[in-house]
């Protein structure tokens, strides 16, 4: 247990045979308690309302409200909740789309037994996952495009700076980037601190949203 405290999770999804799977797996960790379970949007928003969580496992597809449409409300209720979407989508532009609404992580279904705790782990610490398969969808090649914006702050990066901090936001270590641009690591620190400075950021998290926002990382 992190400190003493215990993190509460929701669980929302509309098949009872995977919430019980889910729930058995978080409770193995001693500082995560599953402290309600949702079938649906509206049930969802309900109980994040009452029990304020920490963490809130969404899925996209639920009967009625889905957790898509659920998302923009989740933040105004339960503003201090991290929000981790577990989906069978796999496609870019559900990622796009649930990352700009202020979702934390995005994990599939058919990965969820080896890639849970992981994105527990990185959501409650501030970060964003993503799936590493979608974040391979999410490069297709963009990492040299400008964005077309005279006022924009990534204008004032410069191409290095651009393309190094596109990687950071697709979840690639400086040792993988540095790899594939064939430079140092130390370099690519380098890089990655000037540009974060220049436009503001303290987390990757924020740099995240900020690429999704200003859709440089769409395929």
């Not at 969580?53 to 998302?71: C, F, N, V, Y």
């Not at 409650?124 to 400008?146: F, K, Q, S």
Request: glycine share 6%.
């Amino acid at each position: 247990m992190r400190n003493g405290h215990c993190f509460k999770v929701v669980i929302a999804d509309d098949h009872a045979v995977l919430r019980s799977g889910l729930r058995l797996l978080l409770e193995k960790q001693a500082d995560l308690s599953v402290v309600g379970e949702a079938s649906s949007g509206l049930a969802t928003l309900a109980l994040a309302e009452e029990l304020q969580p920490d963490l809130i496992i969404l899925d996209l597809s639920m009967p009625g409200l889905g957790g898509m449409d659920a998302l923009p409300s989740l933040r105004q209720i339960a503003p201090q909740a991290k929000i981790l979407v577990l989906t069978m989508h796999d496609d870019p532009q559900y990622l796009h789309r649930v990352l700009a609404e202020g979702a934390s992580g995005y994990i599939l279904k058919k990965a969820a037994d080896v890639e849970l705790i992981t994105a527990v782990r990185a959501v409650l610490e501030g970060d964003i996952y993503v799936h590493p398969a979608m974040t391979r969808a999410l490069l297709n090649g963009e990492v040299t495009e400008d964005l077309p914006s005279n006022q924009d702050p990534w204008s004032i990066l410069s191409d290095r700076e651009k393309e190094v901090l596109k990687l950071v936001a697709l979840g690639y270590t400086s040792a993988e980037i540095a790899e594939q641009l064939a430079l140092s690591s130390k370099t690519i620190d380098t890089y990655r601190a000037r540009g974060m400075d220049k436009l503001g950021f303290q987390t990757r998290a924020a740099l995240v949203r900020f690429t999704i926002q200003k859709g440089l990382l769409q395929t």
